[in-house]
């Protein structure tokens, strides 16, 4: 019953592929299969509980939170990205119809991407992956979650050197979502509160 479901998870739930392709037709090709592209019975367990999981109405404001790639992402979920029939289970990127809940990637803050990560030009990696709405692979830094009931702001930090010491960090971009809307959509970065509650000790 909660506004805002929260999921905390280890690897990057939304689909990446190199080439792309309708699950009807086998899907495409998959960058890694170490994460949820190697699992996908599993995935399509988890979309029909987003799709059914509240007593059989679609389960609202789901945020999945994730690491281990240590790059930056902003991702919409849908079971299946490449096929624009929204209609039939397919998604379309221009409204974010389709999606059912949002991916915030969280990039490292020091250790380097992974260096066997395909770099495949930008405008291939966006025929492919329509969903991912934003990435950054070669900045560090750290992932700030803004929340209220309205929304779910991402922004992401990064710093300007990992080899020595170093307060120097700069903002680099913010993505949002807003209630009953689950579809990544660019924000501004969100203002520093007049008195924020103090730090946990």
């Known amino acids: 019953t909660a506004k805002w479901k929260l999921v905390g998870q280890g690897?990057?739930?939304?689909?990446?592929?190199?080439?792309?392709?309708?699950?009807?037709?086998?899907?495409?090709?998959?960058?890694n299969p170490d994460q949820?592209?190697?699992?996908?019975?599993?995935?399509?367990?988890?979309?029909?509980?987003?799709?059914?999981?509240?007593?059989?109405?679609?389960?609202s404001n789901?945020?999945?939170?994730?690491?281990?790639?240590?790059?930056?992402?902003a991702a919409d979920l849908t079971p299946?990205?490449?096929?624009?029939?929204?209609?039939?289970?397919?998604?379309?990127?221009?409204?974010?119809?389709?999606?059912r809940a949002v991916e915030f990637?969280?990039?490292?803050?020091?250790?380097?991407?992974?260096?066997?990560?395909?770099?495949?030009?930008?405008?291939a990696a966006q025929v492919a992956n329509p969903h991912v709405k934003y990435v950054e692979l070669d900045r560090?830094?750290?992932?700030?979650?803004?929340?209220d009931a309205d929304r779910v702001v991402g922004?992401?930090?990064?710093?300007d050197t990992v080899l020595q010491p170093s307060t120097g960090h700069v903002f680099g971009q913010a993505m949002q979502v807003r209630a009953g809307a689950p579809h990544m959509i660019a924000a501004t970065r969100t203002e520093?509160?007049?008195?924020?509650?103090p730090l946990a000790a």
């Open 11 to 31: 690897v990057m739930f939304a689909q990446l592929k190199l080439t792309p392709g309708r699950n009807a037709d086998g899907g495409g090709a998959f960058v």
């Open 36 to 59: 949820w592209d190697g699992y996908q019975p599993a995935r399509e367990r988890v979309y029909s509980m987003l799709a059914n999981g509240g007593g059989g109405a679609a389960l």
């Open 62 to 73: 789901v945020v999945f939170l994730t690491g281990d790639l240590h790059s930056a992402w």
């Open 80 to 99: 299946d990205p490449n096929n624009p029939d929204v209609a039939s289970g397919g998604y379309d990127a221009a409204s974010g119809a389709g999606s």
């Open 105 to 123: 990637v969280a990039t490292s803050i020091t250790s380097p991407a992974l260096e066997d990560f395909p770099r495949i030009p930008l405008s």
């Open 140 to 147: 560090r830094g750290y992932l700030l979650l803004d929340i």
């Open 155 to 159: 922004e992401w930090w990064y710093v």
């Open 192 to 197: 520093a509160r007049p008195t924020p509650p």
